[in-house]
Nanobody
Framework: QVQLVESGGGLVQPGGSLRLSCAAS????????MGWYRQAPGKQRELVAI???????NYADSAKGRFTISRDNAKNTVYLQMNSLKPEDTAVYYC???????????????WGKGTLVTVSS
């Protein structure tokens, strides 16, 4: 059973910073892609930042220059450092990974349960 577990959300004032973590655990063979999406109230889920299968990184325009995604391959963990946070960054942040696992030898998408980030004064 593959699990993605996020941590690091919370309440922060505008201009502040937060660091999110997501660890993949369970039985899988490799990670194709891994990164972060978010969903604000009343809006669709959207990409924030992700490591692609080519080891490059894609950022949403709203994240460029403020957010940095990084990873620790030994720990199967990705991080999202969020700086200069704005009220419009308020959302549930979800970890997403496309993993090669038993029964999904071409890869399948897995999602974490999400962590709430609230940016408010």
């Amino acid at each position: 059973q593959v699990q993605l577990v996020e941590s690091g959300g919370g309440l922060v004032q505008p201009g502040g910073s937060l660091r999110l973590s997501c660890a993949a655990s369970g039985r899988f063979f490799s990670i194709n892609t891994m990164g972060w999406y978010r969903q604000a109230p009343g809006k669709q889920r959207e990409l924030v930042a992700i490591f692609t299968s080519g080891d490059s990184v894609n950022y949403a325009d709203s994240a460029k220059g403020r957010f940095t995604i990084s990873r620790d391959n030994a720990k199967n963990t990705v991080y999202l450092q969020m700086n200069s946070l704005k009220p419009e960054d308020t959302a549930v942040y979800y970890c997403n990974a496309n993993l090669v696992a038993p029964g999904n030898y071409f890869g399948a998408d897995y999602w974490g349960k999400g962590t709430l980030v609230t940016v408010s004064s």
